[in-house]
Nanobody, 120 residues
Framework: QVQLVESGGGLVQAGDSLRLSCTAS????????MGWFRQAPGKEREFVAA?????????YYADSVKGRFTISRDNAKNTVYLQMNSLKPDDTGVYYC????????????WGQGTQVTVSS
């Protein structure tokens, strides 16, 4: 199990930006695909973005955030980032970091979440 800790959430107005960080407690961080999910009250958790473990660092985005959010990673720091620009009230929710190891088909570890609130 990998311990994941998110940070960087907060209260912002529509149009503002935030950068979330997630640090992982593993010595093989480069072998993990990393992802971001979010959950609004009363709704199911939804996928936001992911970046693969491979040398090409393949990136995936949900259509709802494409063009506004950017995921990146720094393997030397065991950290994955989510840069969120042009935030909208619909982006409000608890954002979770997740990891999965190499060829695993499911997400193995989850962080505790960080709250993002976007006011109009």
């Amino acid at each position: 199990q990998v311990q994941l800790v998110e940070s960087g959430g907060g209260l912002v107005q529509a149009g503002d930006s935030l950068r979330l960080s997630c640090t992982a407690s593993t010595r093989t961080f480069s072998r993990y695909t990393m992802g971001w999910f979010r959950q609004a009250p009363g709704k199911e958790r939804e996928f936001v973005a992911a970046i693969s473990w491979g040398t090409d660092s393949t990136i995936y985005y949900a259509d709802s955030v494409k063009g506004r959010f950017t995921i990146s990673r720094d393997n030397a720091k065991n950290t994955v980032y989510l840069q969120m620009n042009s935030l909208k009230p619909d982006d409000t929710g608890v954002y979770y970091c997740a990891s999965r190891y190499i060829d695993d088909s499911s997400w193995g570890s989850w962080g505790q979440g960080t709250q993002v609130t976007v006011s109009s």
